[in-house]
Structures are given as C-alpha cells and as structure tokens.
T-cell receptor, first 111, second 115 residues
Framework: KNEVEQSPQNLTAQEGEFITINCSYS?????LHWLQQHPGGGIVSLFM???GKKKHGRLIATINIQEKHSSLHITASHPRDSAVYIC?????????????FGQGTRLTINP | EAGVAQSPRYKIIEKRQSVAFWCNPI?????LYWYQQILGQGPKLLIQ????????DSQLPKDRFSAERLKGVDSTLKIQPAKLEDSAVYLC?????????????FGPGTRLTVL
C-alpha cells in the first residue's frame, strides 16, 4: 500500500522566513505533485517533478528518488503564502494517474 | 483556458436527505476525478472517469454514492441518503489524458455540511 507522509503538519513562521515542507512516500513514482490549497477549498497544482529540482518564483521543489523524499521550499515567505500544501504521488505500478495524497501541511505566515 | 467548474459551492442538508453536485471539466479533458476531502485530511479519490467510462470506483461507497458522466463531458455526483460523516469538501479534477505527466486541474470544490 502506498503511503504519503508529510511533515510538519502545521507550521507557523514570520514573514520573510525560509520555509521547508517535507514529503516521504513508500512506493516508486512517475511524478510527484505539490499542490496548494487556500481556505475555501480550491486546489492549485504547483509542481510536478520526477527528478532533480524545479523552481517557480519563490517556490522550489526538490526530489530524491532513491530516498523517496521530496521537499517544497518557500523563500522570503509572505502572508499570502498561508495555505495548506499537499504532496501527492501516483504509484508507478498503477499506471493511470490515481493520486495518493498526503495529509497536508498547514502553513501560516504572520506579518 | 477556463478552469474546472463546480456547483454549488456550498450545501447544507439534513441527514437522510439527498444531494447532487455538478462538475464541468476543462474542455477536451478526457479524465475526470471526484475526491472527498474531510476536514484536516488530504483528498481521497472517490471515482475516476475516462471519457464516459469508470476507471476506478473502488473507494466509492456505492450503497449511497453514485456518479455519472453520460456524455463524457460534465459529471454529477449524488449522495442518497446523506450521513453526518459525509460532511466534507467534494473536489472535482480533470486531466487531458489521465496519464503521467498530466497535471490535474482542480475545481473550487463543494463544501457539504450534513446536520
């Protein structure tokens, strides 16, 4: 059974701090997803990566396939970054893109 | 490109009542997903459609939940009768093909409260 674990579950930081959210998964993947969910429920796909690192603005996602671990970093954090960040993993052997979601990390950035 | 549309955004019902949610995926997207997200948890897949066929409904409580995508475009998810534990956000998502590395695009969700 594929499991996706995130840490921390809750994170509160001051504006400007460097943020790291971690994700570990148990089954080999084709591409790991990082998603952002704002209050009200809407989910936005941030990254999909299968190796190395991707960067978009102040967001950076890295993945280590051998260690089955990924991290999402936010540089120069801002209150508008406050949201729930979710990693999701489609197990390789299942072929079609059935995502298994982590429980999410609730990030609060205080001004 | 218009996003995934869902309605209603909010619904409050009493237990044992029925409710239906609607989703219109991004135009041209073959794969449609319905997820249930209980407060404090990550989304859980309820059902996956590929065009108008069901790919995976293994986690759909079929005694009370049903879903259809008759013309392979928009979809409805129904709960009949609702239970208290069905209170959750119901998310619809779509992808172009349903295969990696497709991005899943999510709708805004329908927040259901069962009293």
């Amino acid at each position: 059974k594929n499991e996706v674990e995130q840490s921390p579950q809750n994170l509160t930081a001051q504006e400007g701090e460097f943020i790291t959210i971690n994700c570990s998964y148990s089954v080999g993947i084709s591409a790991l997803h990082w998603l952002q969910q704002h209050p009200g429920g809407g989910i936005v796909s941030l990254f999909m990566l299968s190796s190395g690192k991707k960067k978009h603005g102040r967001l950076i996602a890295t993945i280590n396939i051998q260690e089955k671990h990924s991290s999402l970093h936010i540089t120069a954090s801002h209150p508008r970054d406050s949201a729930v960040y979710i990693c999701a993993d489609p197990p390789c052997h299942q072929g079609a893109q059935k995502l298994v979601f982590g429980q999410g990390t609730r990030l609060t950035i205080n001004p | 490109e218009a996003g995934v549309a869902q309605s209603p955004r909010y619904k409050i019902i009493e237990k044992r009542q029925s409710v239906a949610f609607w989703c219109n995926p991004i135009s041209g997207h073959a794969t449609l997903y319905w997820y249930q997200q209980i407060l404090g948890q990550g989304p859980k897949l309820l059902i996956q459609f590929q065009n108008n066929g069901v790919v995976d409904d293994s986690q759909l409580p079929k005694d009370r939940f049903s879903a259809e995508r008759l013309k392979g475009v928009d979809s409805t998810l129904k709960i009949q009768p609702a239970k208290l534990e069905d209170s959750a956000v119901y998310l619809c998502a779509s992808t172009r093909r349903g295969l990696p590395p497709d991005t899943q695009y999510f709708g805004p969700g329908t927040r259901l409260t069962v009293l």
